[in-house]
């Protein structure tokens, strides 16, 4: 099969069926559900409401990366089998589905959560019920915890690397902070204001916060004309951003005019933005879809095909194919499903050639990873104009808490 094949290529020589079929009872030792052929996971996304936007290619590769560890063999010799849950785009809902996942359904691993906000309710139910969660969203940091995984940058990986290369780059002393108003724009622009002016010793010059949904960013616009900062920097996320760059496209607020460096706007959202309303916008993310890297490659090809020819995919949608493939490689290692063992086997786990290159699970559940600003073009993907080395993940950074 292609799709198998495609995966191989992924995982070098591993293969999902490499370890025998091993005893049930041995597998699993804490009432997963857990079969001789079988083993249940959970998909916990928003398909619909505001985050929609951002969480459908998050569930497009989940449900990629299973579809092909099955082809190949299963893991422990089981094939996952999928219940998926919706979000709604209400952190309330996120909690209560997952709830269920973990204690009605009785799921080895949940891939899910996109904002902070989601990941938040969630995780007290997680921790209560000792449950397995990939979470595949950059983040805020100031978080570790033993039930999650976090396959997205922190703070240090895309805030802190990308203000620097701003400052360096663009000579950006002035700045404009905007975000969607929840906790993680909010908590990164705490870390922002910080960097800028403990660091860089530049000035904060305006901060702005939406509420997820807004459609109206007239004034906003027309306070960034005022103040004329060399950046904006960006945090507005979900369907909000289709109105926030039309509009700023719109006002004649063109990015060779007003430069902005977003954190929040990748692949997904800007098939919903249209490229003509984001070109010279920049990106800090690890991952880009013009990423030309063996494993990408393979991964595209792969996506596109089950997804068809004219889907896309954003940093997200690739930190959600991260996360069966390292559950699978945890189990194989811990040779169970039980939570404690997989997370015990995490630490240390390495992919030379992932879809965004090489990556190492840290002891704090954070991934080693590169950084990379891209500038968008019209055609709706980037031109990557620096790349990082890769950098240690430290959700904890002194002087930013």
């Known amino acids: 099969m292609a799709v198998a094949l495609g995966a191989a290529m992924l995982l070098g020589t591993m293969t999902a069926a490499s370890a ?77 589905k997952a709830k269920k996942l973990l204690e009605n359904d009785k799921v080895a691993a949940v891939f899910g959560c996109w904002t902070s906000a989601s990941r938040k309710a969630v995780l007290p139910v997680f921790e209560k019920d000792n449950g397995l969660l990939y979470y595949p969203t950059f983040y805020e940091g100031l978080e570790e915890s033993k039930n999650v995984f976090y396959t997205g940058q922190e703070a240090t990986q895309q805030i802190l690397a990308g203000l620097d290369w701003a400052s360096r780059e663009l000579d950006a002393k002035t ?90 706007v990748t692949e997904d959202e800007v098939l919903g933005i249209g490229g003509e ?67 015990a086997a995490s630490p240390g786990i390495e992919w030379e050639d992932s879809p965004h290159g090489y990556l190492k699970v840290d002891k704090n559940h954070h991934l080693w990873m590169k950084t990379r600003i891209g500038e968008w073009q019209k055609d709706g993907q980037v031109k990557i104009v620096y790349e990082s080395d890769v950098i240690k993940p430290d959700p904890f950074p002194a002087g930013y808490q």
């Open 20 to 96: 025998a079929t091993l005893p049930t009872a041995q597998v699993n030792t804490t009432g997963l559900a857990v079969t001789d052929t079988t083993v249940k996971v959970g998909i916990l996304h928003s398909t619909t409401g505001t985050m929609a936007i951002s969480e459908t290619g998050s569930v497009e590769a989940e449900k990629l990366a299973i579809e092909q560890i099955n082809a190949m063999g299963g893991i422990l010799g089981r094939k996952i089998e999928i219940i998926q849950e919706d979000g709604a785009s209400d952190w309330p809902t996120f909690a209560e």
């Open 175 to 264: 700045f404009y902070l905007v975000g969607s108003d929840y906790i993680w724009p909010r908590t990164s622009m705490k870390i922002a204001r910080k960097h800028i002016e403990n660091v860089l010793k530049g000035t904060v010059v305006g901060e702005e916060y939406y509420p997820l949904g807004s459609t109206q960013f007239g004034s906003l616009i027309n306070k960034i004309k005022l103040k004329k900062p060399d950046l904006v920097f960006g945090a507005v996320v979900g369907g909000s951003n289709v109105a926030w760059f039309k509009q700023l496209n719109a006002a004649g607020l063109t990015f060779k005019k007003q430069p902005m460096l977003t954190i929040s």
């Open 277 to 343: 309303n984001v070109e010279g916008l920049y990106s800090s993310m690890k991952y880009f879809q013009s990423l030309d890297l063996p494993g990408n490659k393979s991964f595209i090809d792969a996506f596109k095909k089950k997804w068809g020819a004219d889907s896309v995919i954003g940093d997200v949608t690739e930190s959600g194919y991260l996360g069966p493939w390292l559950w699978l490689r945890a189990v194989e290692a811990a040779k169970s499903f039980d939570v404690d063992k997989v997370v």
